[in-house]
């Protein structure tokens, strides 16, 4: 199975500044048909199932803000949200679809400083 | 829009079976452009993936090893949904379940509203 492990466990950022977190895999994630990394994030809140954030480790989904951007390859990706704000206080995850069993990071909670 | 419905007893005895189903609408559970998964989450393993199935001119099947033994996933083509049925629960099955779509270029995009599941006598 493919780990996938995520820094840090928790993250406090102020309002307006930006917001970081990594995602390593034991192995790549890259899918060598088209050439692109089979990484996606999610935002889940509390009594919420998780929201599809970013796929192919940089592509942002419909509707997403454009402060949150994807970007890595292989084995190494990050999440970025450039001005935080609010209602961005979430638990963020990220998640392999490779291979199967698909794997999930084990969360990452971001909250306000 | 695709929105997926579950449903299921909230409560299950050990030994005994847990059954879930999810409705899908704004797609069909035998296209071809994707799968259907269930994914459970409990404060002990986090998002943890059960299984999936899908159809390529047949029927798929494919579940974690964790609980291989013990589930079986469903799609029923006469009224669009598929379900999870987990055999010989114990405690540590106890988490909220969700259902989900796997677009194949997407990875998991479409999610049921989860239904947290307990087991207990």
């Known amino acids: 199975d493919i780990v996938m492990t995520q820094s840090p466990d928790s993250l406090a950022v102020s309002l307006g500044e930006r917001a970081t977190i990594n995602c390593k895999s034991s192995?790549?994630?890259?899918?060598?048909?088209?050439?692109?990394?089979?990484l996606a994030w999610y935002q889940q809140k509390p009594g919420q199932p998780p929201k599809l954030l970013i796929y192919w480790a940089s592509t942002r989904e419909s509707g997403v803000p454009d402060r949150f951007s994807g970007s890595g390859s292989g084995t190494d990706f990050t999440l970025t949200i450039s001005s935080l704000q609010a209602e961005d206080v979430s638990i963020y995850y990220c998640?392999?679809?490779?291979?199967?069993?698909?794997?999930f990071g084990q969360g990452t909670k971001l909250e306000i400083k | 829009q695709v929105q997926l419905q579950q449903s299921g007893p909230g409560l299950v005895k050990p030994s005994q079976t847990l059954s879930l189903t999810c409705a899908i609408s704004g797609d069909s559970v035998s296209t071809n452009s994707g799968a259907w998964n269930w994914i459970r989450q409990s404060p002990s393993r986090g998002l943890e993936w059960l299984g999936r199935?899908?159809?390529?001119?047949?029927?798929?099947?494919d579940y974690a090893v964790s609980v291989r033994s013990r589930i079986s996933i469903n799609p029923d083509t006469s009224k669009n949904q598929f379900s999870l049925q987990l055999n010989s629960v114990t405690p540590e099955d106890t988490a909220v379940y969700y259902c989900a779509r796997r677009d194949w270029n997407r990875g998991l995009d479409y999610w049921g509203q989860g239904t947290l599941v307990t087991v207990s006598s």
């Open positions: 998640l392999q679809y490779l291979s199967s069993p698909h794997t």
């Open positions: 199935t899908y159809y390529t001119s047949k029927w798929n099947y």
């Open positions: 192995q790549s994630v890259l899918y060598s048909s088209n050439n692109k990394n089979c």
